[in-house]
C-alpha cells in the first residue's frame, strides 16, 4: 500500500527566550484548558489553534521540555509513526511547533510503500525492508525528500508521515510543543505510560549504539561529558 508522507508551513510562531522555555512545564497528553498551566509559551500556542480545534474535546496537548547538550537526541533516533498508521489505525493529526534549535525533526516527504503487517511501534530497523534502505533509495531517485522542521514555525502533519529525531547541534533548552487531534483521549486517571511521574520529562533515550562511529557520536552521553 502507497501512503503520502506530507506536512504543512502554517505561519510563525513567537518568539520566546531560554530563560522563558526552561520554566515551561511538559504536557503529557492534558487537555487544552489544563495545559494553559504550562506557562506564557503553552498559552501562546493554545490561542494559535485553529477554533476548531480549541473547542474539540478530544484536542490534548502533547509537550517536552528538554536541556539537550550538542550530540543528544531528545528521543531514539529511529524512522517511525506517530499514532499507529494502519488499515485500522483511526487518522491523527498533529500541530507543532519547535522552540529553540537544538534538535530540529527530520521528516520524510512523497510517496512511501507500507507494508500489510504492521511492526510495533509503526518501526522497521535494518536490512533491506527497514525504513533506512527505503527512505536511502527514495532520497536517491528523487522520490522522497528529507526535511527538518524549522524552529518557530507552525506545522501539520498526521500519522502517515514518516520522521524521526536528529541530534542536537549545540546545547540549550528544546520545547517541543504539540496538539494531537483523532486520538481517543486517555481516561481520567490513566497516565497510559506519559504519568507526570513517568519518565515522560526526561530525555528518553533507547538507542544503543553498535558502530565505532556511532559510538563516537554516542560519547555526548556518557555521564562525565
Not at 60 to 87: M, T, V
Not at 151 to 177: C, I, S
Request: proline residues 8%; aromatic residues 10%; glycine residues 10%.
Amino acid at each position: 500500500m502507497i501512503i503520502a508522507s506530507q506536512l504543512r508551513l502554517l505561519g510563525p510562531f513567537p518568539h520566546f527566550p531560554q530563560e522563558v522555555i526552561r520554566e515551561e512545564l511538559s504536557q503529557p497528553r492534558t487537555s487544552v484548558t489544563e495545559a494553559r498551566s504550562g506557562g506564557p509559551a503553552h498559552r501562546a500556542f493554545i490561542d494559535l489553534l485553529p477554533e476548531a480545534w480549541r473547542s474539540d474535546p478530544q484536542v490534548e496537548i502533547f509537550s517536552r521540555c528538554l536541556y539537550l547538550k550538542e550530540g543528544w537526541y531528545p528521543l531514539s533516533p529511529h524512522f517511525h509513526f506517530d499514532w499507529g498508521r494502519g488499515a485500522d489505525a483511526p487518522f491523527v493529526e498533529t500541530l507543532m511547533v519547535c522552540m529553540g534549535d537544538a534538535s530540529l525533526t527530520e521528516f520524510i516527504l512523497g510517496p512511501l510503500d507500507l507494508p500489510e503487517a504492521d511492526p510495533a511501534g509503526g518501526r522497521r530497523r535494518g536490512g533491506g525492508e527497514g525504513w533506512d534502505a527505503q527512505v536511502a533509495a527514495g532520497l536517491a531517485s528523487g522520490a522522497l525528500r528529507s526535511w527538518r522542521i524549522e524552529p518557530w514555525q507552525l506545522v501539520l502533519f498526521d500519522n502517515r508521515t514518516l520522521h524521526r529525531a536528529r541530534p542536537a547541534g549545540k546545547t540549550g533548552w528544546r520545547l517541543l510543543l504539540r496538539a494531537i487531534r483523532g486520538l481517543e483521549r486517555m481516561a481520567d486517571g490513566a497516565d497510559g505510560g506519559y504519568g507526570r511521574r513517568a519518565p515522560f520529562t526526561t530525555c528518553r533515550n533507547g538507542y544503543v549504539p553498535e558502530t565505532a562511529e556511532e559510538r563516537r557520536l554516542h560519547a555526548a552521553y556518557r555521564e562525565d561529558a
